[in-house]
Structures are given as structure tokens and as C-alpha cells.
């Protein structure tokens, strides 16, 4: 079983902290061309316990379409939000902050994956912000960024209320950022 989620009015699929721990696992799913986040991970309640997402393989696509949403791809909300994606495809999604990826208070694992061709204000493929409850993590291993007509707009990565710049070309071993800084 692929799952499809594509074409929602919001986002395509939405995992909600709750009174227990709440995880999904989803195999080569395609998530693609829904307005809102292709996924959106809300972790903001402090009276409840983690959410959590886990993709294996896949394509996130074209997500993000309103133009209004953080994290055209994946969207991380909350100190109790989670997500690892290993083998994913983050291709052509957009955002107002983190045209793949957006975590702001959460915490994201991206293995052996691509971010080719997504776009946002701050950080066309990734940006990583804090929230009240505290700052964020995000760590990339083996993640090919693109190069020439393949990069993220205007730039791979923005960091922190101070939106400090990286941008990586094609293959990278290893990234780490938080709130504050990658290394």
C-alpha cells in the first residue's frame, strides 16, 4: 500500500499531539499538490504528549500552493513535534518560511534524501525557528540540495529570528541546525 494524499484544500495530512503519544509511518507515500503543508505536525499543546511522522521513501510535491502556509512540505509546530524522513523526495513545494521544511519549536531527521527546486521567503528548503516553548533541531545526513536549475530559492536554509543564510551544493554529508545556527 502507497499512500496518495494530494489535492486537500489544507493540508494533506495533519498528526496531532493527543492524551498518549500520536505516530504515523507511512511506505513511499506521494504527497503532493494540496494548498496547505503536505504535512502538518502540530506538537503545540503542553498538556499532551508528542506527534510524530515517519516517511520511508516517497515524494513530497508541489505542496503549499496558498502561498500562506510555513513548511510547504513538512510543517513541525511545537516543542512535542517529530519527523524523520529516510529515501523522501521534497521537490517544487513552497512557503512563507521553509519551502520543504519548516520546524518552529520541533524537531526533524532527514536521511538520504533530496531538496531540489522548493522555494520560500526565508529558506527554500529548510527553515528552523523557535517558538514560546523553546527552539529547534533539524539534522540532515546525506541530503542532496540541488545545484544550478535544481537549487532552492533564494537560498537552501534560513536560521533563527535573525534569519542567518546557508546554501549547500549538491551531496552533503552532514548538517545539523538549530534556532541559532548550522553546522
Not at 516517511?55 to 505542496?63: D, F, H
Not at 532527514?110 to 533539524?138: K, M, P
Request: glycine share 18%; aromatic share 10%; with cysteine.
Amino acid at each position: 500500500f502507497e499512500p496518495i494524499l494530494e489535492g486537500n484544500a489544507g493540508p494533506g495530512l495533519r498528526v496531532e499531539a493527543a492524551m498518549t503519544s500520536t505516530y504515523a509511518k507511512l511506505y513511499d507515500p506521494t504527497i503532493a499538490d494540496n494548498a496547505g503543508s503536505g504535512a502538518f505536525i502540530d506538537g503545540r499543546n503542553p498538556m499532551r504528549y508528542g506527534a510524530s511522522l515517519v516517511l520511508e521513501g516517497g515524494r513530497i510535491s508541489g505542496n503549499g500552493t496558498s502561498g500562506a502556509v510555513d513548511g510547504g512540505g513538512i510543517m513541525l509546530d511545537g516543542y512535542a513535534a517529530y519527523a524523520e524522513a529516510d529515501g523522501v523526495s521534497f521537490e517544487a513545494n513552497t512557503g512563507i518560511r521553509g519551502g520543504a521544511i519548516a520546524t518552529v519549536g520541533g524537531y526533524c531527521y532527514i536521511y538520504d534524501s533530496s531538496l531540489y527546486g522548493n522555494a520560500a521567503s526565508a529558506g527554500g528548503a529548510l527553515f528552523v525557528g523557535e517558538d514560546s516553548s523553546g527552539g529547534s533541531y533539524c539534522s540532515l545526513r546525506d541530503t542532496d540540495w540541488g545545484q544550478g536549475p535544481t537549487a532552492n530559492q533564494p537560498y537552501d536554509v534560513a536560521v533563527g529570528p535573525l534569519l542567518l543564510v546557508y546554501d549547500f551544493q549538491g551531496l552533503v554529508p552532514y548538517v545539523s541546525c538549530n534556532d541559532h545556527s548550522c553546522s
